[in-house]
Structures are given as structure tokens and as C-alpha cells.
């Protein structure tokens, strides 16, 4: 793993395996949850690092690849807590510096990131597009990203099916706030119910495709949608 700047993650040191012994009350599932948090080299990185989120890293890579996040850019962070995407994209657009601008939005409260205004709303809430006028500095943004995923019910059908609706409705605030060649890039999972999300991407943008950063467990039906080259917005830019 190594950042834009070449600079390995892991700092080149050989990790310790660290194991967790069974407690009493807690399942064997959440152990090994935990066993694989303490010993997830993106994990262990992330607080070498100072990032909030090993999260940090599947957005800083998909950057390193594509370039959606450049200094002077504007870029709204949906569902942002706690906070590891908009670490990275004050970072990249030079937000801290006065250069760019991130605005990170979530339903729950964040703590404050530097560089960023962190707005505690529901981005689907009325109100937005009022707050929104207030902080664009240039009426408009280059890149939306959506890190969100629904409350899991325990059904998958229905989890992937309420992700499935944050994914376009993400996809619906972008096509109203994005410049003309703009960028959205939004989580969503395989279970094949992304055929109108796709639809109505590929009719905005210029290039969609799937992708899917190393930091982003193998394991995981975890994909990311990114499109780029918005075509331009279907209603004025407020």
C-alpha cells in the first residue's frame, strides 16, 4: 500500500499478528471480527496515519487512479461520519489552504474535520438545498462523493435494495449540484438491482464504471460506482 506520493502505509515493518482469546458474552463472529480489525494492515495504517476510517484508503486509491479530487476542486462528502473521505479530500483539494472546498455531510453528528464545513443533516432533507446555497463559495461542485449505507436489516435482499435507493438518490442530488465534467463516485454492493442506477448514470456522464480499490476487502460485495464527465446540470446551478 502506498499513498499518491509513493509513501508506504505500512511503513515497511512486519506487523505482529495479534489474537483475541473468546470472551465471555461475546460471540465467536464478533471475535473474529475483532481479530481481523486489530490485525487489517489498512487498520493499523489508518491510526499510524491519523485517519478516521481505514475507509481513507479505498477513496485515496480509487484518486491515485482516476484523479477526481484536485486542488481548487469543490467536493460535498455525503454521509461522511467519521470522517476518513473527508480527511483525504481536504487533503487533495488543498481545502485547509483556502484552495478547495469540502463539504461533509451526515444524518449522525462528526466530529469537526480542518479544512471542512461539516454540516449534520439528513441529505435528503428539505433544508439542504437552502444550506447549500449558503456554503458553495462557486454555486456548484466538481466531484459528490456517497460513502452511505443503510441500517442493515439481516435481509439482504432488502438491505441491497435501501442501498440501492441512497445510491440514486445520491446520484439525483449530484445531477442538480455538479459543474459541467464533474465526478460522482458512490458505494453500492452486487446483488443486481443496479440496472436503473446505471441507466440513468451512463445517460449523465460521460465515462461509468465499477470500481473496486485493494483496500476494499476481497471478500466483501462491496463495489463503487464512478462516473465522470457530467454532461451538465438539468437545472441552474443555485
Known sequence: MADRSGKKYQGGQRELTVRVKTARGRKLSSTNWLQRQLNDPYVIAARRMGYRSRAAFKLSEIDDKHRILKPGHVVIDLGAAPGGWTQVAVKRVRSQEKIGQVIALDISAMENVAGA????????????????????????????????????????????????????????????????????????FQGGAEKDLLSMLKRDYVNVRHVKPPASRSDSSELYVLAQGFYGAKFKHM
Open 117 to 188: 464545513q461539516v454540516l449534520c443533516l439528513d441529505f435528503m432533507d428539505d433544508r439542504l438545498f437552502d444550506l447549500l446555497k449558503t456554503h458553495l463559495k462557486c454555486g456548484g461542485a466538481h466531484t459528490v462523493l456517497s460513502d452511505m449505507a443503510a441500517p442493515a436489516t439481516g435481509h439482504s435482499r432488502t438491505d441491497h435494495i435501501r442501498i440501492m435507493g441512497l445510491a440514486e438518490a445520491a446520484a439525483d442530488l449530484a445531477s442538480k449540484v455538479l459543474f459541467k465534467k464533474g465526478n460522482f463516485l458512490c458505494k453500492v
